[in-house]
């Protein structure tokens, strides 16, 4: 294996490993996304999009020798299909043949799995950052819900207040009222009490004018019998002194 090949298999592995500890469930997004923001990275930051890109065009660069490698070698093996060849030419060409589909499948899958890792780096900053708004987002629905809870309480205490404030002003209003009526009801009574006694007296007073008128009614005719008997006394006396 030449160097450039054991630099892209070295890369190969290197990405197997880390995308395996990536893969772990023992770690969680979170605490990846707190590992890519270390000040370090940010500092790299700035240079990453240059840098993937820049091994996207090696790693396509060596896949496509690796498939110019393994079309050349098929090739002379088809056509070295020869009584002349000897086993020595044909083992070097297995050989490289073996070498170049080889160096196809490590920059095929360094290729493949570089972008996978971008992507997979990618998916755990987006899955942490949602993480961490979900987790705001529970205590900020917590806080609302034990405010909520709070407020009910708070209602339910009022509305127990205006209830027995209503009760206890109910009550009160009856006192006041019962008594008033109380009052109202003696000041009738003694209303009544007193025009009794009126009417009592103001009857006894009509009997005694009627006796009274009665007596001097009996007087009157008493009187008018008597002057009727001097009145005929006088004529018969004027009637004998003629």
């Not at 070498?99 to 997979?120: A, D, K």
């Not at 009550?171 to 009592?200: P, R």
Request: glycine share 2%.
């Amino acid at each position: 294996m030449t160097y450039q090949w054991g630099v892209v298999a070295a890369f190969l592995y290197g990405e197997i490993a880390l995308l395996l500890l990536l893969c772990l469930p023992l770690v969680s997004p979170v605490r990846w996304n707190k590992v890519f923001m270390i000040s370090v990275w940010n500092r790299i930051a700035a240079y990453w999009n240059k840098t993937f890109l820049t091994i996207i065009v090696i790693l396509i660069v060596l896949f496509l020798d690796a498939i110019r490698e393994v079309r050349k070698y098929s090739t002379v093996q088809l056509n070295e299909d020869k009584p002349h060849s000897s086993l020595t030419s044909m083992d070097h060409i297995q050989m490289k043949l073996f070498r170049s589909q080889r160096n196809l499948y490590i920059s095929g899958f360094s290729l493949f799995l570089w972008l996978v890792l971008r992507r997979l780096v990618s998916l755990i900053t987006l899955l942490a950052k949602e993480m961490e708004t979900e987790k705001i987002l529970k205590i900020e629905v917590a806080n609302s819900n034990e405010a909520a809870r709070k407020c009910l309480e708070e209602n339910e205490k009022l509305q127990l207040t205006l209830r027995e404030a209503k009760h206890s002003t109910g009550e009160h209003l009856c006192l006041i009222t019962n008594e008033k009526l109380t009052v109202e009801v003696d000041q009738l009574k003694t209303a009544l009490k007193a025009t009794s006694e009126a009417l009592f007296i103001t009857r006894n007073e009509i009997a005694a004018a009627k006796k009274h008128s009665e007596e001097l009614k009996k007087e009157y005719e008493l009187l008018v019998k008597e002057h009727e008997k001097l009145q005929q006394q006088a004529g018969a006396s004027s009637k004998k002194a003629l």
